[in-house]
């Protein structure tokens, strides 16, 4: 499968790529994590590659890379070491940056810095708060996926689930907003 | 979390800059003077990131489980290539080399090239996936250097292949052969940029181009995992 196809595949989240890809590039990336940065510890190079490859994955599926010209093996390695650097950053206590040279096509890359941030608390919130979305009944599910998740515009989603202009899914996404709300206060 | 509904359309407009310049202005100021007004703003505004980045929450969830069915169906999985252990032991090797020749007199290019040549790993480990390099990683791996040349000459065109024709050579001495390879993975800033550059001053050095060698150890750079190594072998070289 070449880049194009790769990406494209990605980008329509088919789950035996994104399986295959992760699979792939993983004992590379983890030993070139050991043989480069010295990280030994299995779970901070597991640490480190999920995040790298959480970054390829919603940078592609929010359609940032189409016009990608490295190798997505490439791209993925310049990933890590930003992500290294966030990673040594976090555990430093100077918090010194290292001097770490970046790939013009990073310029604009999304770290997801906020969704790695916190702890297991953290976490634990979100996957509440993403479990609650996904048990919704429609419209609500499709509203706020393809707002929050899918990035879509609310012209776009009116279109999508039926409401004649949008004002109407505006209001309805309020709606669906606040019932997210009550579910996860109760 | 606690954020009145009766705020959410007003919130959300702010944030979708859908206000007009008075009803911002207002927005702003009542964000500045009203601090109950203020918490459950930036409730709202945690909520709604919390939402984005649940997804994100549930992908890298779903990364943890592909690991553990991976370990689970694969307990022997994927060689972790103890690359410490094995710079640690060419280092020692290095010094024992490089003390006995003291006592010696100055090695020769060759010998030099023999102290400082390992041939590296194979890193290019593909799990439960046959692809067409694996033949030649095989007889790589196995000391086949010659059977591996056959094949990683199938691919002129990819980077990795051209890295590991360069480490068959190399092993064979072969160091014209050597250095057209290297040149060539050379040629992008892929994951064997760095090795690549220092056995191709190896290659250098094996064909007696001394100045090439100089040149090319002389060139890598600080942020190098080989800049010490080139350094010292820079320092036999003067």
Known sequence: MDKKATIQSIRNQDERVVQRIYGEFKPKFVNWLKGKYKIGEPEACNEIYQRSFTVLFFNIKRGKLDNLEASLETYLFGIGKMIVREWWRERSKDKNTLDIEENNELGQI????????????????????????????????????????????????????????????????????????????? | MDFNAEYIELFDAYLQ???????????????????????????FQGFEQDLVDAE????????????KSQDKNNPKQGRVIPIRLIGLAASIAVILFISILYLVGRPNNQDLV??????????????????????GLQQYEAGEYEAAIVIFEQFPENVNAQFYLGESHLALQEFDAALTAYKSVLQTT?????????????????????????????????????????????????
């Open chain 1, 110 to 186: 999304d770290l997801l810095a906020n969704a790695f941030k916190g702890n297991e608390i953290d976490d634990d919130r979100r996957r509440k708060l993403g479990l609650a979305v996904q048990a919704m009944g429609d419209p609500c599910k499709s509203i706020l996926t393809l707002f929050y998740w899918e990035r879509n515009s609310m012209e776009a989603i009116a279109a999508k689930t039926g409401y004649k202009n949008e004002q109407g899914a505006k209001k309805k996404k309020y709606l669906c907003l606040e019932k997210l709300r009550k579910q996860l206060l109760n």
């Open chain 2, 56 to 67: 994100v929450t549930a992908f890298k969830d779903r990364l943890t489980q592909w690991d």
């Open chain 2, 17 to 43: 800059g859908e206000l007009s310049i008075e009803e911002r202005l207002t927005f702003e100021v009542r964000l500045s003077n009203d601090s109950t007004f203020k918490a459950k703003f930036e409730a």
């Open chain 2, 190 to 238: 892929g994951i064997f940029y760095e090795i690549a550059e220092f056995h191709l001053a190896l290659s250098y050095l094996g064909n007696d181009d001394e100045q090439g060698a100089k040149e090319t150890l002389a060139a890598i750079q600080k942020e190098s995992d080989y800049y010490s190594k080139a350094q010292d072998l820079l320092g036999e070289l003067e």
């Open chain 2, 114 to 135: 023999a102290a400082n040549f390992e041939p590296y790993d194979n890193i290019l480990t593909v799990r439960g996936e046959k692809v067409a390099l694996d033949d």
